[in-house]
């Protein structure tokens, strides 16, 4: 994963959420077309055993028939993570239910736990299992909730979400790159039947999915300097989004909350979930291939 930065070397962050959003209403919409729930995953959610590794691959090599190694592997990283304090609450279960090497290109098939971002074409990235999993966390998902992906890439991120709630919903911008993915999860579907209840589509991320609005968790897996305005009017009352936020290069995964003040105003608040350390993602692009960042506005 990326090391600390010197603090010296940190981009200042804004404090005030107000300097890093364009100027625009903050205001919930008002839609919410449910779709229907193609698997219920939300009664199996608590039922992994995973305090220890035999208790594990027990369950999942009944449950999955996956391969032993694999499983292995992913207990690993998972302990590290929850050593880490990365990975937490339901993160854990739905980190553990999730086959990272389905997700990551055949070359890269032994590493497939290793602790590293991967190219997936395109020029697209899976995300290191780390940042991964502070992110998961940091959104507290719960049952019921519906959560907005930008970015689905490898579709990874949203497979493991996919084992938190029954509504999950990803955007990736790449035509070709969303097309394979829709085609692995449909294939995956079988056997891992919550990835049923993955709505996709291709376009961009940057307006959010309106129709289907508001969500309660946003998670953005593409760096921009700036909170785009759709999204945060896209974000529910209470609603978290987690962003990789600052310039090209280098950013801060930043958790904005929406609240209401005394007054019954909305509030943004922040968090620097790794309170100074730096990770870079890929731009988020517009559809000409243009990054958004430094030209924040709608
Ligand atoms: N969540 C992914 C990470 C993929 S890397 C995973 O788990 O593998 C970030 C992705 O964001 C890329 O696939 C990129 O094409 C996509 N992206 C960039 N700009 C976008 C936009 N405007 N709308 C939707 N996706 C975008």
Known sequence: ?????????????????????????????????????????????GTLPWENETDYLSYMEANTGEAEDMLKARYALATRFIGTRELQGNAVEAFLRT???????????????????????YGATITDPDVVSMMTTSLD?????????????????SAIIS???????????????????????????????QYANIHRKMGDGYYGWEEHAPFDRIIVTCAIDHLPPPLLRQLAPEGIMVV?????????????????????????????????????????????????SGKAGE
């Open 99 to 121: 086959p990272r090497e389905h997700f990551v290109r055949e070359r890269n098939l032994s590493r497939a736990y290793e602790d590293t971002w991967m190219p997936i074409g």
């Open 1 to 45: 994963m990326a090391q600390p930065a010197p603090v010296s070397q940190l981009a200042p962050v804004p404090t005030d959420i107000a300097s890093a959003a364009p100027a625009g209403p903050v205001t919930e919409s008002v839609s919410r077309v449910a779709l229907p729930v193609a698997f219920n995953v939300e009664s199996r959610i």
């Open 141 to 157: 998902i719960k049952p019921g909730h519906r959560v907005l992906e930008i970015g689905t890439g490898s579709g990874y991120q």
């Open 244 to 292: 990789p936020l600052g310039p090209p290069g280098r950013q801060h995964i930043m958790e904005v909350s929406k609240t209401k003040d005394a007054d019954g105003n909305d509030v943004l608040k922040r968090r620097d979930v790794y309170n100074g350390l730096q990770v870079k993602f890929i731009p988020f692009r517009d559809e000409s291939g243009t990054s958004y």
């Open 163 to 193: 084992n938190m709630t029954n509504q999950v919903y990803s955007i990736e911008i790449i035509a070709p790159l969303s097309k394979e993915t829709d085609e692995l999860y449909t294939s995956l579907t079988p056997k891992y039947p």
